[in-house]
């Protein structure tokens, strides 16, 4: 089947000299490129929410290989210390995303920290450069079988509630979906203070040929309460060992509603994280409060008023119906079973 690419999907490119990362801040009302030319221009730039969602995940393999370029004339040794801090600087951008140290890691494990650890900074280049891409192939495949297993659970007509963008995994979902024949409807959050879901989610499902249906966060209970949707679906950042479920601030609300209405409650996430048996282990990102008295560059909140804004919040297990991985769907007690240990990229054997 042929099908039009979101403009979404492919929203960081390298280039011989750089690193363009489409600004997610404007998108759809302005397509505007932000050029990075260093390591550090990638890290800020994902700081500063230029990049969203799974974009950090490309944006940060796209600032290793620039990395690697900057150490191009170091010697071995060096060549390596310098790769191994922008990696270090790249995963404290967002330090609630595991997506992120993950890519590192793995590319790390690929060149200086496996069998290029004797490497110059010359024979570093193109060797980062190929661990870079093949991450960004093995995460698409990885996004390919779960977006496989959600469509199982989604039945032909369902009306599905997301909250924030889901990326990769929103679009391996509704094109899994239309593989089987099932054509699907969608109610979207607008995703306070950066209205991801207004804006991200809305415009890629218009450009697969969806019109859903945009409400404010706080509506979530009125429309299950309405019968707006029949299941809601949402992406995470990171999933622990137990269960428990971090994404966008507002994804517990969501849990909390469905559960209230006995609607369905569906996690999409390559797998828990190894790292994190529980939720103490996370660290859950808190930025400037001054951002939730704004929107799309204008305040909001009167003069005078202050923001809080923890960026992510945890949703508890006894709230997730299934948690949908590469392998398969999950009730959150089954889910360490089912992933005994590390799941890099990309990985989908022992599916069920």
């Given amino acids: 089947m042929t099908r039009k690419t979101p403009s979404l999907a492919d929203s960081v490119r390298t280039t011989e000299d750089g690193v363009e990362i489409l600004d997610r801040r404007v998108y759809p009302f302005e397509r505007r490129w932000v050029r990075c030319r260093t390591a550090e221009d990638v890290a800020v730039a994902i700081e500063q929410m230029v990049t969203q969602s799974h974009g950090p995940l490309f944006a940060t393999t796209a600032g290793m290989t620039l990395a690697a370029r900057e150490a191009r004339g170091a010697a071995p040794g060096e060549a390596a210390d310098r790769l191994r801090a922008a990696g270090r600087r790249l995963v404290a951008t967002r330090p609630t995303n595991n997506h992120i140290r993950d890519a590192v890691r793995e590319i790390l494990l690929a060149t200086v920290d496996g069998p290029l650890a004797d490497a110059s900074g010359e024979e570093l280049v193109p060797a980062v450069a190929e661990a870079a891409a093949a991450h960004d192939a093995a995460y698409r495949a990885g996004c390919a079988a779960l977006g496989r ?204």
Wanted: charged letters at 20%; proline letters at 7%.
């Fill in 149 to 352: 297993n959600a469509a199982t659970l989604l039945p032909d007509g369902a009306r599905v509630l997301t909250h924030c963008w889901g990326d990769a995994y929103l679009v391996a979902a509704v094109q899994a979906a239309e593989d089987l024949g099932k054509r699907l409807e969608f109610v979207c959050t607008e995703t306070r203070p950066y209205l991801q879901g207004a804006r991200l989610t809305a415009a890629t499902l218009v450009e697969m040929g969806y019109r859903p249906t945009v409400i404010t966060d706080g509506m979530v209970p009125a429309a299950l309460a309405d019968g707006l949707a029949d299941v809601a679906m949402v992406a995470s950042d990171r999933v622990t060992m137990d269960g428990h479920v971090v994404n966008k601030v507002g994804t517990l609300a969501v849990a909390l509603a469905a559960r209230a209405f006995g609607v369905p409650f569906y996690v999409l996430a390559h797998g828990p994280d190894p790292h994190s048996p529980g939720i103490a282990d996370v660290e859950i990102e808190h930025r400037d409060g001054a951002e939730v008295l704004h929107a799309l560059g204008a305040r909001t909140a009167a003069e005078g008023a202050v923001g809080y804004y923890p960026a992510f919040d945890a949703t508890p297990p006894h709230l997730v119906t299934r948690i949908v991985t590469e392998r398969g769907a999950y009730a959150p007690a089954d889910l360490a079973a089912a992933h005994p240990g590390p799941v890099p990229a990309g990985d989908t054997a022992g599916a069920r």
